[in-house]
């Protein structure tokens, strides 16, 4: 099972940073990367990083959140800057074993509320 942490109550402008680990032993994931959903919205891609190091970012967040991984701890983090109050969200870290989801074994972590005031 993944583990995330970080989430919270943030300003408009402000940042937070999430952190998502898996709990126990696990191999190593090719992609990890983070979704949100909103109230009454789908769950959508935030950004998203792969072992080698390629990230991918939704246009929304692009310029304002960095996604960044270590690999020898399986470990995933998302720095968010400049927040906005359309960034609240309930916020779920994702891992996956190959770069399609297409056969893939993958995980999801519970979510961390992320709220930001204007």
């Known amino acids: 099972q993944l583990q995330a942490s970080g989430g919270g109550l943030a300003q408009a402008g402000g940042s937070l940073r999430l952190s998502c680990a898996p709990s126990g032993r696990f191999f190593s994931f090719v992609v990890m990367g983070w979704y949100r959903q909103a109230p009454g919205k789908q769950r959508e891609l935030v950004a998203e990083v792969t072992d080698s190091g390629d990230t991918l970012y939704e246009d929304p967040v692009k310029g304002r959140f960095t996604i960044s991984r270590d690999n020898a701890e399986n470990t995933v983090y998302l720095q968010m800057s400049h927040l906005k109050p359309e960034d609240t969200a309930v916020y779920y870290c994702?891992?996956?074993?190959?770069?399609?989801?297409?056969?893939?074994?993958?995980?999801w972590g519970p979510g961390t509320q992320v709220t930001v005031s204007s």
């Open positions: 994702n891992a996956r074993t190959t770069r399609s989801w297409l056969g893939t074994n993958s995980y």
